[in-house]
């Protein structure tokens, strides 16, 4: 009920159209080429729910409360050895736009719950499920099948949003008036790489820490785990020192920006050395320190990675501790990086990671399996159509690091005329203290409604809760700008008491602002509300 009574409340909500057709298969087989075929169409009520269960791995999950729609799912030929599927809401209520929302990692399987945060807002949204059935972490289904890895690069996505957008207008009978997309971590990549490969298919896309060089970040993945491995070797860092190295960063890092409150905002700033946590350092704890080789260590993660002489990945930011143990912390790399080598890159699954040298980034960044890397930086056709991006980066990020979007944006600027020549339609936003795509270990405000972020409050949220407008969310900020020309200044970024429950009552807001630009503390006022903060 609520989110149906939002549809009227949004302001953006001007004329709604309703459905022209049923919600039948047959509603759809004439805009269809002969690959593809519907395989369900479902009418949800107002209130309702829809998803595919435990069937979907990494998405179980459905969305529930949903407005009045028609569901409904098709499935693509990409080739003779591949095809992939993918899912459209069309809300019965249509505000005429349309939206693509992305996945997360290698995730096979079609996005609901960011369907379902889209679908609020009176969009048709549409997911796909990138062309195999996995959960996030799995890649044994690239092995040997280079047709799936090119669905999962960037055919599946392009062909999901050109017949999505010929499925909407067929079932309304209606042209779509905008198109957008929302889309993080990989799916910040999706979007990247759809609007690189086909300019005009977004007015608008909301890009959150994106995987947007895999050959690179993934190998890179792989590389920084292999640093402190074996686990019984003298350079290994157990997982548990993890936070005492945070602890040191926020004491060591934390005033830099001008406010002692735990978040550290300008690790640019900080000289952070590890020697106080040195075994052989006067004070330290002996039963939480580091040898001088584990020192070295953690050093490495920090560093930016460079193969054979030449620059390959950015490091971890500092700050970004609280998520170490995900790359770092086991007794082999991630899967993630690992399984890119094994089923991606050799399409060998006893590739081993001891076996791991510096010349595998620079192989793979040759093949780029897939073609799933989003590095076309000169993106002059994209502005030309007059799309506009936010990309934004968790500054605590430590599965994708926070400065790998610092160099696509630097070199999409390189390219294109410098940073201030991108301010037009391209705007590149920090984020103090959160997490990869969600979340926040040190009480930063976090949360601006993008993409992933409502379904990590629940699976009825709309928006930012209490907080619906262009101000709050990016979503809305992005229409604002594509369809008023309002240039998006700053966002103000919300956190609770509970982070991940806005029951909990609103802890503190704060701006987070266009890069170069920072999120920069007046120097005096409360430090929970937007107005004592300024983009410098
Ligand atoms: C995905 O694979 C699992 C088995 O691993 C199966 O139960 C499920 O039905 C499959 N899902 C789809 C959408 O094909
Ligand atoms: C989808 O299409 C592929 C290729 O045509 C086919 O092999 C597969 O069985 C279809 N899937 C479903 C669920 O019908
Ligand atoms: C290593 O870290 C793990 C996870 O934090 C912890 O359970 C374990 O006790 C640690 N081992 C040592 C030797 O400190
Ligand atoms: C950073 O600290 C090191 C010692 O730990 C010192 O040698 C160096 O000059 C410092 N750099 C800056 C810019 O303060
Ligand atoms: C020293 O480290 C241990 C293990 O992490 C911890 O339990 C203890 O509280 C620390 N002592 C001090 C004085 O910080
Ligand atoms: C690096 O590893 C790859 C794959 O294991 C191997 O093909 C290559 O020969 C190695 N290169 C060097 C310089 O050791
Ligand atoms: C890979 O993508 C680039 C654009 O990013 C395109 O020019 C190239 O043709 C693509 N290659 C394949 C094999 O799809
Ligand atoms: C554009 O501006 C008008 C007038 O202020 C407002 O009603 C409308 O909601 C805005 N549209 C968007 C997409 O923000």
Redesign the pocket.
Known sequence: MAAAAFLFGVAVQAALSAASRPCSPDSFRDALPP?A?V?SAVSVANGGQFGEGAANLPYPTSPTNLPELCAVIV????SAI??Y?FGLFLPTQWNSRFLAVGNGGFAGGINWLDMGAGVRYGHAVVSTDTGHNSTSGDLTWALNNEERKIDFGYRAMHGSVTLGKKLVEAYYEKKITYSYYSGASTGGRQGLKEAQISPDSFDGLVVGAPAWYTSHLQTWSTRVGVRNLPVSDKKHVNASLFSVIGEEVIRQCDGKDGLKDGIVSRPDKCNFSLKPLLCSSRGANKSACLTKEQAETVQSFYGDYYAEGKFAFPGLELSSESQWAFLLGGSAPSSYGDGYIQYFLYNDPSWHWEQFNDSIVWQADAADPGNCTADDYDMTAVKESGAKILLYHGMADALIPQRSSDVLYERIAASMGGVGALQSWFRYFLVPGMQHVTGTAVDAPWYFAGPNSQARLGTAVYSTPGFEDARHDALLAMMAWVENGTAIDELVATTWKDSSDPSSGVLRQRPICPYPKRQTYRGRGNPDVPESFFCK
């Open positions: 690959s075929s395989l499935n693509v030929s990409s591949s095809n599927r």
